[in-house]
T-cell receptor
Framework: NAGVTQTPKFQVLKTGQSMTLQCAQD?????MYWYRQDPGMGLRLIYY???????DKGEVPNGYNVSRLNKREFSLRLESAAPSQTSVYFC??????????????FGNGTRLTVT | AQSVTQPDIHITVSEGASLELRCNYS??????LFWYVQSPGQGLQLLLK??????LVQGIKGFEAEFKRSQSSFNLRKPSVHWSDAAEYFC????????????????FGKGTKLSVIP
């Protein structure tokens, strides 16, 4: 049982380049999330998708776009990467958006460096 | 808006010693409260959760947490730490941003890194 799978695991970009981070879950969860983790900042929500066909901004959405491709997949796109986007990105999923009985299940992260 | 404070950035304990990690939250109503653990190079794993009922909740790996409404706290404890508990621990509060589907928001604290001395 793979759970939440993120690709790639590592990526180095030059300023201005674009890339898409991929995320897929095999738990038939309705909701999916993208977080970034920076030292001393904890996890901050970038975007989330409460259900297939919907997306909404989180705490730090600027510079990112997302696509909920289907129920399984939720991608994060950086159109023009900036050094401030150097971070570890985590995808997560939950059975539904919110609620005590819908804890998040996390992938292992993508470590992105923008030079 | 809800917020979470973990006052201790880094804690070091000896193996076999007891552990308490502090978490304070701010939210106007009764929140959902969670503790997650992150091992190096890994994603976060749920340790335990609380919404209502008994204020002392048990989790995996021998951890427990106590909700104290009067102190707005949800501290994580373990009676005897093992070397494998070395990791970063995150407290999180979940609350409704607004009514309706998709309105739930989970806010994380900045984390407490636990080191264990053999």
């Amino acid at each position: 049982n793979a759970g939440v799978t993120q690709t790639p695991k590592f990526q180095v970009l030059k300023t201005g380049q674009s890339m898409t981070l991929q995320c897929a879950q095999d738990m038939n969860h309705n909701s999916m999330y993208w977080y970034r983790q920076d030292p001393g900042m904890g996890l901050r929500l970038i975007y989330y998708s409460a259900s297939e066909g919907t997306t909404d901004k989180g705490e730090v959405p600027n510079g990112y776009n997302v696509s909920r491709l289907n129920k399984r997949e939720f991608s994060l796109r950086l159109e023009s990467a900036a050094p401030s986007q150097t971070s570890v990105y985590f995808c997560a999923s939950s059975e539904r958006a919110g609620g005590y009985n819908s804890p998040l299940h996390f992938g292992n992260g993508t470590r992105l460096t923008v030079t | 808006a809800q917020s979470v404070t973990q006052p201790d950035i880094h804690i070091t304990v000896s193996e076999g010693a007891s552990l308490e990690l502090r978490c304070n939250y701010s939210y106007g109503a009764t929140p959902y409260l969670f503790w997650y653990v992150q091992s190096p190079g890994q994603g976060l794993q749920l340790l335990l959760k609380y919404f209502s009922g008994d204020t002392l909740v048990q989790g995996i790996k021998g951890f427990e947490a106590e909700f104290k409404r009067s102190q707005s706290s949800f501290n994580l404890r373990k009676p005897s730490v093992h070397w494998s508990d070395a990791a970063e621990y995150f407290c999180a509060v979940g609350a409704l941003k607004y009514s309706g589907a998709g309105s739930y928001q989970l806010t994380f604290g900045k984390g407490t890194k636990l080191s264990v001395i053999p």
